[in-house]
């Protein structure tokens, strides 16, 4: 940072406290560099230069009659302003100011806005524009500034130490030669849940609306907390934090309810469990600044916080829909956002599965991607959720696909099943209530069959005018049962035998007839082999 120094006689050099009851952000006690100034003019330069370093915004306030318009002074009046100060006309430089809520990420309040101004012979001014009644930002920047003395600006440098920033080409990131490792055991890969779920990185669980996805990620979690298996699956037993921005408490105590009673187990066994239900509230953990770069909300610093303090083995976040404050299709931001999780998931050494929506093209393509590549490209594993599909799809069965693993196997796939409010493993064999529901469907179809031949109909088991399923499930007394189901029952009837096939006609001309097997009354039928 240049900035103009005067005799050496006029520095001072203290350190900084903040009062009782101010976040110190990001775990840093900040330290400061107190500046004496003598002139206006150089005044100006601190400021500015100070403004310059954190990123800070300069800006010229509304002037009427020589003084500064507080009263019309907001955000769509004040002037962005990118050159320098010495480029301004005369009458322009007391319009001169920063904006301090540009420094807000380093000070733990993004939300208060305020204007410092030297515009009155060197005596600076701060006014709150915005925000609330003591924010931390313009308290920093007001005590930098000490009255009844020369002017002071105070330099906050965020970090613990009061070296300058290093140049460029100073050595500040890590180097590791690999030779060092010879000899070493070579570290075990950590996993949540095995071959789906890592340890210190973001998984993306995509699902379509409907499926189920958040009961899923719960009751995952709740087994962690529990100790307990689920779907075959044997996840890190420990704490977990589990952030729900779509559904109320209630909500929740009804799924937890049904996760416990399912493992025989009660309520008080999820004494691991914490639960942060957003459902009526603004829930966004990161949004972009004006210069379109991602920056964590108090929220989010909030519940980083908590985890440090909580220390859980998984954090689900459900879903980015609610929590994610950028443009999804900007791949810098995605990046940015998952890189924000990840640093927490490898500071804590926790698993982050963050909920998602699938685009309408991931839907279309069967990928189950959101918006932008970089939500794939940007985290080690991504799993889908979808329902089954095709002729005699059972609506309770889900088909959970790994869509991407870096550090396992893509393309797994684990078939479930909703049953009394929890997901269990599909085995391909219908539930008792299926069962029953094909035992009705067969014998309705023998029935109808039966009652059709009686009347002269003939229908037959292959596709055509006559069709059987067609036919007898267009009938009024089919029941509310489909083509598909009717399907499926003449399968299974042919099968056992309880129904077949005859051939009639002329040896010219001879057709198919579906008939029950105990109502062959007649001599001259043949029986197809």
């Given at each position: 940072?240049?900035?103009?120094?005067?005799?050496?006689?006029?520095?001072?050099?203290?350190?900084?406290?903040?009062?009782?009851?101010?976040?110190?952000?990001?775990?840093?006690?900040?330290?400061?560099?107190?500046?004496?100034?003598?002139?206006?003019?150089?005044?100006?330069?601190?400021?500015?230069?100070?403004?310059?370093?954190?990123?800070?915004?300069?800006?010229?306030?509304?002037?009427?009659?020589?003084?500064?318009?507080?009263?019309?002074?907001?955000?769509?009046?004040?002037?962005?302003?990118?050159?320098?100060?010495?480029?301004?006309?005369?009458?322009?430089?007391?319009?001169?100011?920063?904006?301090?809520?540009?420094?807000?990420?380093?000070?733990?309040?993004?939300?208060?806005?305020?204007?410092?101004?030297?515009?009155?012979?060197?005596?600076?001014?701060?006014?709150?524009?915005?925000?609330?009644?003591?924010?931390?930002?313009?308290?920093?920047?007001?005590?930098?500034?000490?009255?009844?003395?020369?002017?002071?600006?105070?330099?906050?440098?965020?970090?613990?130490?009061?070296?300058?920033?290093?140049?460029?080409?100073?050595?500040?990131?890590?180097?590791?030669?690999?030779?060092?490792?010879?000899?070493?055991?070579?570290?075990?890969?950590?996993?949540?849940?095995?071959?789906?779920?890592?340890?210190?990185?973001?998984?993306?669980?995509?699902?379509?609306?409907?499926?189920?996805?958040?009961?899923?990620?719960?009751?995952?979690?709740?087994?962690?907390?529990?100790?307990?298996?689920?779907?075959?699956?044997?996840?890190?037993?420990?704490?977990?934090?589990?952030?729900?921005?779509?559904?109320?408490?209630?909500?929740?105590?009804?799924?937890?309810?049904?996760?416990?009673?399912?493992?025989?187990?009660?309520?008080?066994?999820?004494?691991?469990?914490?639960?942060?239900?957003?459902?009526?509230?603004?829930?966004?953990?990161?949004?972009?600044?004006?210069?379109?770069?991602?920056?964590?909300?108090?929220?989010?610093?909030?519940?980083?916080?908590?985890?440090?303090?909580?220390?859980?083995?998984?954090?689900?976040?459900?879903?980015?829909?609610?929590?994610?404050?950028?443009?999804?299709?900007?791949?810098?931001?995605?990046?940015?956002?998952?890189?924000?999780?990840?640093?927490?998931?490898?500071?804590?050494?926790?698993?982050?599965?963050?909920?998602?929506?699938?685009?309408?093209?991931?839907?279309?393509?069967?990928?189950?991607?959101?918006?932008?590549?970089?939500?794939?490209?940007?985290?080690?594993?991504?799993?889908?959720?979808?329902?089954?599909?095709?002729?005699?799809?059972?609506?309770?069965?889900?088909?959970?696909?790994?869509?991407?693993?870096?550090?396992?196997?893509?393309?797994?796939?684990?078939?479930?099943?909703?049953?009394?409010?929890?997901?269990?493993?599909?085995?391909?064999?219908?539930?008792?209530?299926?069962?029953?529901?094909?035992?009705?469907?067969?014998?309705?179809?023998?029935?109808?069959?039966?009652?059709?031949?009686?009347?002269?109909?003939?229908?037959?088991?292959?596709?055509?005018?006559?069709?059987?399923?067609?036919?007898?499930?267009?009938?009024?007394?089919?029941?509310?049962?489909?083509?598909?189901?009717?399907?499926?029952?003449?399968?299974?009837?042919?099968?056992?035998?309880?129904?077949?096939?005859?051939?009639?006609?002329?040896?010219?001309?001879?057709?198919?007839?579906l008939i029950v097997a105990a109502e062959d009354f007649g001599p001259e039928s043949e029986v197809e082999d």
């Amino acid at each position: 940072m240049n900035v103009p120094q005067p005799d050496s006689n006029s520095w001072e050099m203290t350190s900084f406290e903040l009062p009782a009851g101010f976040s110190e952000g990001d775990g840093a006690k900040p330290t400061v560099d107190f500046v004496t100034v003598d002139t206006r003019e150089h005044a100006l330069e601190c400021v500015i230069d100070y403004a310059d370093h954190l990123y800070g915004d300069i800006i010229l306030v509304p002037f009427v009659d020589g003084q500064p318009d507080w009263p019309n002074t907001t955000r769509d009046t004040i002037e962005k302003f990118s050159g320098h100060w010495t480029e301004l006309e005369p009458e322009d430089v007391p319009r001169l100011g920063v904006l301090t809520d540009s420094f807000a990420r380093f000070l733990g309040d993004g939300d208060d806005v305020s204007v410092v101004t030297l515009w009155n012979s060197g005596t600076p001014e701060v006014r709150q524009i915005e925000g609330n009644d003591f924010p931390l930002a313009p308290y920093v920047i007001t005590e930098a500034i000490i009255d009844d003395e020369p002017l002071t600006v105070k330099f906050e440098k965020v970090w613990q130490s009061k070296e300058p920033p290093k140049a460029a080409n100073d050595n500040t990131f890590p180097v590791i030669n690999p030779a060092d490792w010879h000899g070493l055991p070579v570290p075990r890969r950590e996993w949540f849940a095995e071959g789906l779920i890592p340890m210190r990185q973001v998984t993306i669980l995509n699902g379509d609306g409907g499926t189920g996805k958040s009961l899923l990620a719960l009751q995952i979690s709740a087994a962690s907390a529990l100790s307990v298996d689920t779907l075959g699956l044997e996840p890190l037993a420990g704490k977990v934090l589990y952030l729900g921005a779509e559904d109320e408490a209630d909500e929740f105590h009804r799924r937890l309810a049904d996760i416990v009673a399912h493992h025989k187990m009660g309520m008080s066994d999820l004494w691991r469990f914490r639960l942060l239900p957003f459902a009526d509230m603004d829930a966004l953990l990161a949004v972009p600044n004006r210069a379109g770069v991602m920056e964590p909300t108090p929220l989010w610093r909030g519940v980083a916080n908590y985890a440090r303090e909580h220390r859980p083995g998984l954090i689900v976040l459900d879903t980015a829909a609610d929590l994610y404050g950028g443009d999804e299709i900007k791949r810098a931001q995605v990046r940015q956002f998952i890189g924000m999780l990840r640093k927490l998931a490898m500071e804590i050494d926790c698993a982050i599965v963050m909920l998602a929506h699938p685009s309408v093209d991931g839907m279309r393509s069967g990928t189950g991607s959101s918006g932008s590549t970089a939500w794939n490209n940007s985290v080690r594993s991504r799993i889908y959720l979808t329902t089954e599909s095709g002729d005699g799809a059972d609506s309770d069965v889900r088909i959970l696909t790994t869509m991407k693993a870096n550090y396992g196997k893509k393309g797994n796939v684990l078939r479930i099943r909703w049953q009394d409010g929890v997901f269990v493993l599909d085995d391909g064999k219908p539930t008792a209530a299926a069962s029953l529901l094909n035992k009705r469907a067969d014998e309705l179809f023998r029935s109808l069959l039966s009652a059709a031949n009686r009347s002269g109909i003939r229908v037959a088991p292959t596709r055509g005018v006559n069709y059987a399923p067609t036919v007898l499930s267009e009938r009024p007394d089919a029941d509310g049962f489909t083509k598909k189901q009717f399907e499926a029952a003449m399968q299974r009837l042919l099968a056992e035998g309880i129904i077949k096939v005859v051939w009639e006609g002329p040896p010219s001309k001879q057709r198919q007839r579906l008939i029950v097997a105990a109502e062959d009354f007649g001599p001259e039928s043949e029986v197809e082999d």
